[in-house]
């Protein structure tokens, strides 16, 4: 079992930069994929990146490819998001969810309480 905790929302300017965390516990993290989603007010919640167990690979929405970036450290139990010109559109509640298939975000099985991002224009 994994249980997460996400850190490092706040309020940012557009064009700013922030940076999350996601601690888990349990024994199994350095052993499963990890996901960063968002749900906008009034919206589904999507997918943002995967990482896979060991952090060699990476994959991310279109709409934040070249702006955010995913890693972890699995001797800290941490995986982390980096968030670089960020837009009022990034505006949302941040999830972090261990996944049991890299290649699908729908695998998340276990999930954070989320952490809230507002950027302001």
């Known amino acids: 079992q994994v249980q997460l905790v996400e850190s490092g929302g706040g309020l940012v300017q557009a064009g700013g930069s922030l940076s999350l965390s996601c601690a888990a516990s349990?024994?199994?993290?350095?052993?499963?994929?990890m996901g960063w989603f968002r749900q906008a007010p009034g919206k589904e919640r999507e997918f943002v990146a995967a990482i896979s167990w060991s952090g060699d690979n990476t994959y991310y929405a279109d709409s934040v490819q070249g702006r955010f970036t995913i890693s972890r450290d699995n001797a800290k139990n941490t995986a982390y998001l980096q968030m670089k010109i960020l837009k009022p559109e990034d505006t949302a509640v941040y999830y972090c969810?261990?996944?049991?298939?890299?290649?699908?975000?729908?695998?998340?099985?276990?999930w954070g309480q989320g952490t809230q991002v507002t950027v302001s224009s």
């Open positions: 969810a261990a996944l049991s298939d890299y290649d699908d975000p729908g695998t998340g099985d276990y």
């Open positions: 349990g024994r199994t993290f350095s052993s499963r994929p």
